[in-house]
């Protein structure tokens, strides 16, 4: 099991653009990875939800997002899924990772 967060003290409000710094709550996400030397390997996420300051904003809380990584409610880590790509928790592992660049984007795009 991988433990990881989100290093940034803020996040941006998905429908104003906002960005807040004062969190409402915290949760574990678990995300199902491919396995490394044929063990299972899951990441346990701990995301933040943030008040959103924009008092005409419909959202009163929003959850932050780890780009690249999972999409909302989603069990699984976005890869494309080649070998040129590292699996995201090899890539959490190493104290030298290799780029995200091949994790898929917010677009569903793989650069690879």
């Known amino acids: ?28 996400q678990r995300l199902a990875d491919a396995a490394i030397g044929g063990r ?3 990441i346990e996420l701990l995301v933040r939800r943030f008040w959103c300051l924009n008092g005409a904003c419909t959202a009163v809380t929003f959850a932050e997002q780890i780009e690249g990584l999972a999409s909302p409610h989603e069990r699984k880590p ?3 899924g080649r070998s040129c790509c590292p699996s995201p928790a090899y890539s959490l592992a ?7 660049r091949c994790w898929v984007s917010a677009s569903g795009r793989t650069p690879c």
């Open 1 to 28: 099991m991988l433990h990881a967060h989100a290093r940034a003290a803020a996040a941006t409000c998905p429908h104003c653009s906002r960005r807040s710094g004062r969190v409402h709550a915290r949760y574990v």
């Open 40 to 42: 299972p390997v899951v």
């Open 78 to 80: 976005r890869c494309c």
């Open 94 to 100: 190493d104290p030298a990772p290799a780029s995200p």
